[in-house]
């Protein structure tokens, strides 16, 4: 302003000489907003509007190596929203699709939140510049947030997470990834719907030997779960009476302090024990009256 106020006073015409400046400075000015939309697009998640995973390995570079340089904490959260592809199938993919957005929104955790990432699917990554037990506080506070919200499907949405925290329980990135997904797994294995922070009986449960039992065991129980589908279309009676009798015998094994895999087996023996009816004709099965000798 001050260069075409001198300008004017010299020669009006003189000003010509700023259109090219002018030009030019308007040209970077919109190819460097262009180029910061485009660097926040690509780290940025298309359905949350949160981090996505090329953000989420940056930020967490960069914290852990701030950490590294003030000799302080950082904790890593991961979370799974729980049994996801069941509500995509029972509620549809855009209601699922809200849910997550929703998660997303609640993820935030105060000033010790450096990010909220979504990896993909239902996978999401909280990273805190705090120690564990400040972490702790904040789990605590997210179960609290989850909980009390009312999400777009209309029924309520639980969370599984696991947490590590450098340099308590890793001295790298790579270490500390794997310990809060150790966690995290141990906490979808035993109940979901709560929160492992990372230990040396985390590790020792699961080691590479241990994962693959538990992957063998899930998917006998997955294929289980398809027959006691087939159960219930076969038979509406006969379903709800096994899942009556599966909740019959878990409160049982819990009542006599049964660990939890024995009482996950008690469940799927309760759900099973009708399992021969697939075998039975609908005449006989639901024939009224009494059943004959033959």
């Avoid at 660097?39 to 930020?59: F, M, P, W």
């Avoid at 797994?185 to 035993?190: I, M, P």
């Avoid at 241990?210 to 779960?225: C, I, S």
Wanted: aromatic letters at 6%; a negative charge; proline letters at 3%.
């Amino acid at each position: 302003a001050a260069l075409a106020a001198a300008l004017w006073a010299t020669d009006p015409w003189l000003l010509v000489l700023m259109a090219g400046p002018l030009f030019t400075v308007t040209l970077y000015q919109r190819s460097s907003l262009a180029s910061r939309r485009a660097t926040r697009d690509a780290h940025t998640d298309s359905l949350t509007r949160i981090g996505n995973n090329r953000a989420y390995e940056l930020g967490l570079a960069t914290a852990f190596e701030s950490a590294s340089e003030n000799g302080s904490e950082l904790s890593l959260c991961l979370l799974d929203v729980d049994d996801f592809k069941k509500i995509n199938d029972t509620y549809g993919h855009p209601l699922g699709d809200k849910v997550l957005v929703e998660v997303a929104r609640l993820l935030h955790a105060g000033s010790d939140c450096v990010g909220a990432f979504r990896f993909g699917g239902d996978e999401f990554a909280v990273v805190l510049a705090c120690d564990e037990a400040k972490a702790r506080g904040h789990v605590e506070a997210l179960y609290r947030r989850v909980s009390s919200s009312r999400f777009a499907h209309g029924a309520p949405a639980t969370v599984s997470v696991g947490v590590a925290t450098f340099p308590v329980h890793a001295a790298d990135v790579d270490s500390l990834e794997r310990a809060a997904d150790g966690a995290l797994y141990w906490a979808k294995l035993n109940g979901k719907n709560r929160s492992c922070f990372y230990s040396p009986a985390v590790a020792e449960t699961f080691n590479p030997d241990e994962r693959e039992r538990r992957v063998e065991q899930q998917a006998r129980l997955r294929a289980a779960e398809n027959l006691i589908r087939v159960v219930d279309v076969k038979d509406e009676y006969t379903g709800a009476h096994s899942e009556r009798v599966a909740v019959l015998v878990e409160g049982i094994g819990r009542q006599l302090g049964l660990e939890d895999e024995h009482v996950e087996q008690l469940k799927l023996a309760g759900r099973l024990h009708d399992l021969g009816k697939i075998a039975i004709a609908d005449r006989v099965l639901q024939k009224p009256g009494k059943l004959t000798p033959h």
